[in-house]
């Protein structure tokens, strides 16, 4: 299985979360963690392998069931080139909503107008850019910095 890491940055207040993406399907995990090393446990075994959480899935798929309402987020992966596009989490439930699934249509957005757009509805793969976000080094740093400090005497 081809796998990544997965950031999302809130738009709200810049804060980051972690997930791992899967590229053999192209999906993001829903599960949304604080560190890229939680995110990817040990190289994967106990994220993927976890019991069924609270709402019954499988623990790395996470559902919204507080009634917040969603925050927009930036998705980003280091899978392949890299690339990222809009979508939609919420934090109190650490779950990725819209957006998690990057050729799902996006809610409300009409067909694409590009050259070579498909005829199907607007997915969130045809809003993408390429290559990494500006802000990825300064989430990885912040990750990198909570695991360091938890690992601290």
Known sequence: MSRATGIVRFESDGSFA???????????????VGTIGE????????????????????DRFRCCACGQPPEKVEIATDYGYGFHWPGTACR???????????????PGQDPP??????????????????GLP??????????REKEESAEAP
Do not use: M
């Open 92 to 106: 109190y439930c650490c779950a990725l909503l819209d957006g998690h699934n990057p050729d799902a249509p996006v």
């Open 134 to 143: 500006e802000w990825w080094e300064e989430a990885v740093k912040q990750s």
């Open 113 to 130: 107008t590009t050259p070579f757009a498909s005829y199907h509805p607007t997915c969130y793969i045809d809003l993408q850019d390429r």
């Open 39 to 58: 995110a990817w446990g040990t190289e994967g075994r106990s994220y993927y392998n976890a019991p069924p959480n609270e709402q019954g899935h499988a």
């Open 18 to 32: 972690y997930f791992l993406y899967n590229g053999t399907v192209d999906v993001c995990w829903t599960r949304l």
